[in-house]
């Protein structure tokens, strides 16, 4: 049987890619483990900067698990990486769905997980599993209300809406809309754009962003503060470059 992910290099991005276009890119308990392979695999190689994560097709990004094949994610719902593959690990830099079609269920906490997300105009986002008693178990209870805010998370976790990408992109589940087939592409460009940058300082204020959600606003302040004295070599030299005259007036910035 053909393997059900497949993991590629394209510039400064790794490409992990859900390859069940017949199942809408549903998930089930082999290809979680092949997702899990292929975020370590992500994890080890030092030249891969940004992760994309996308569905093989235009029909879906993912479709969430494969309700038709849940006897085989039984092994995987104590997994400490989560039953997903990956969902309850974080990437040590960052991450982006390129989201096309159906993105719903697991598939929605997968793009979750990502600290990006680009999605064409047709894509449709929710969690319809509320409708026949599954739960949400691969971190879209903790990071939905993170990213939208309690009143809209709950909006969607307990009346299973599922809503079109332009009112996703309203309430900040989404980061960009793209026109039909530039999913993948546009997702590409940011992950360029975002591999341009010194990555010391950027992995630094993305470390420092993920850490503080759970600590209160003065411990927040204090670990910056320390994540920020770890780079302060760096950001010397950076200030240096600026007062030479590079970056100013907003050039080199933006994805």
């Not at 010391?200 to 600590?215: C, P």
Request: glycine share 12%; hydrophobic share 45%; charged share 25%.
């Amino acid at each position: 049987m053909p393997d059900t992910v497949s993991y590629r290099r394209e510039g400064s991005a790794a490409v992990l890619t859900i390859e069940r276009p017949e199942r809408r890119n549903a998930v089930d308990g082999p290809t979680a483990a092949l997702l899990g392979e292929g975020f370590e695999r992500f994890e080890a190689d030092d030249e891969a900067r940004v992760l994309v994560l996308t569905g093989a097709g235009e029909v879906a990004f993912c479709a969430g698990a494969d309700l038709k094949a849940i006897e085989t994610f039984a092994p995987r719902l104590d997994a400490p990486e989560g039953p997903l593959g990956f969902t309850r690990r974080t990437a040590s830099k960052p991450t982006i769905a390129a989201i096309s079609g159906w993105c719903l269920a697991g598939g929605l906490e997968l793009a979750l997980w990502c600290d990006l997300r680009v999605a064409t105009h047709h894509s449709t986002l929710g969690f319809p599993e509320r409708r026949w008693g599954v739960p949400l178990i691969d971190g879209g209870t903790q990071r939905l209300p993170r990213i939208v805010g309690l009143g809209r998370a709950l909006d969607l976790i307990l009346t299973g809406r599922m809503v079109q990408a332009e009112e996703a992109l309203a309430m900040g589940l989404l980061t960009e809309i793209v026109p039909a087939g530039r999913h993948l592409e546009r997702a590409l460009e940011m992950a360029e754009a975002l591999a341009s940058f010194p990555q010391e300082t950027m992995l630094s204020d993305r470390q420092s962003a993920l850490e503080g959600i759970g600590l209160t606003f003065e411990e927040g302040l204090a670990r910056e503060a320390a994540i920020g004295r770890e780079v302060f070599e760096v950001a010397q030299r950076g200030a240096a470059r600026f007062a030479a005259g590079e970056g100013r007036g907003g050039a080199g910035t933006g994805a």
